[in-house]
């Protein structure tokens, strides 16, 4: 029996629009073990964790565990925790890092004012009231999807990729728990600017990393970027496809109008002042396969976006 992912490449299923939403991301390490649903079945306080993602989902943002690459030590008390937050939005994504000692200061965290933030210095100051040590981080961090309690693809194909980039990355690849589309593993979310990758291989991913050193977008494998909505990553995917901009944030996503419940209108506009309207709908894929190792066939849905004019 092959797997959702083989599947899912063989049918050759669309990636963009396919990432996960979040206009900000608050990033822990948390070792030992990770069930199905990390932030409540793992040695991180179940309370805290549910806390933590709710309050994230309800202010536009997503909460990840993460955890070391190699050997996995189920260390219940660890004497401190890695910690990162970042901002998404093009032309003010932001990384900040540190540790901190017990991962229920993050309690602490203005919710609201992440939501609200439009820059660099809107983080810092929400980080500071907090009273956490994050420091801005020039180096891009690259999580990869490896959870496989979500689903056995992620547990094979994304820990094997971990496993060939791991000494290339060293400390800016990171084990994490669940980016969705378990059926495009390997998977992973390069931060801070919040693009998402599947299918990747160890040069791609290797790739991934060094054009985001130097800020330039890395095509191949795109998903999508996490800041927008589903029908508006699939739109700035198909305006990168056809314009040729490679720099990390050169587009951006004005407006989404729905056409109808399956249909939307988007503008994407270039910071040299040139915009696209691109119309986005849903179309379900055939035949059926499954979304997840082990779970009934269905029949996903793809966003497939075309330029108007």
Not at 192 to 203: E, I, Q
Not at 226 to 241: D, H, L, N
Request: hydrophobic residues 40%.
């Amino acid at each position: 029996m092959t797997s959702c992912s083989d599947d899912s490449r063989e049918l050759g299923e669309p990636l963009a629009g396919t990432a996960p939403v979040a206009a900000w991301w608050l990033v822990v390490e948390q070792p030992g073990p990770w069930g199905a649903k990390a932030l409540t079945q793992s040695h991180l306080d179940p309370r805290l964790g549910a806390e933590l993602d709710a309050s994230a989902g309800e202010h536009g943002g997503r909460v990840a565990l993460v955890r070391r690459p190699r050997q996995h030590p189920d260390t219940r008390r660890p004497v401190s925790h890695r910690v990162w937050l970042a901002a998404t939005r093009p032309g003010a994504t932001r990384l900040l890092g540190g540790w901190i000692a017990d991962p229920s200061d993050l309690r602490g965290l203005d919710w609201a004012a992440l939501r609200a933030a439009r820059g660099g210095r809107d983080l810092d100051a929400v980080v500071a009231s907090a009273g956490l040590a994050l420091r801005p981080e020039p180096e891009p961090l690259l999580l990869v999807c490896t959870n496989g309690r979500r689903d056995v693809c992620c547990a094979q194909k994304g820990r094997q990729l971990v496993h060939d980039v791991r000494d290339d990355i060293l400390g800016r690849v990171w084990e994490t728990t669940h980016l969705g589309g378990h059926r495009f593993a390997p998977t992973a979310v390069l931060l801070p600017h919040g693009v998402v990758y599947g299918r990747l291989d160890d040069k791609a991913a290797l790739l991934l990393v060094e054009s985001a050193r130097a800020g330039r977008f890395h095509a191949d494998h795109y998903r999508g970027r996490s800041t927008f909505s589903r029908p508006a990553q699939a739109a700035e995917a198909a305006v990168r496809r056809v314009s040729g901009d490679t720099g990390l944030d050169d587009l951006d996503v004005a407006a989404v109008a729905p056409l109808d419940d399956a249909a939307w209108d988007a503008v994407v506009e270039h910071r040299d002042g040139r915009t696209w309207t691109v119309q986005v709908r849903t179309e379900k894929q055939h035949p059926a396969r499954p979304e997840s190792c082990g779970k009934p066939a269905g029949t996903p849905v793809a966003y497939i976006a075309r330029l108007r004019g």
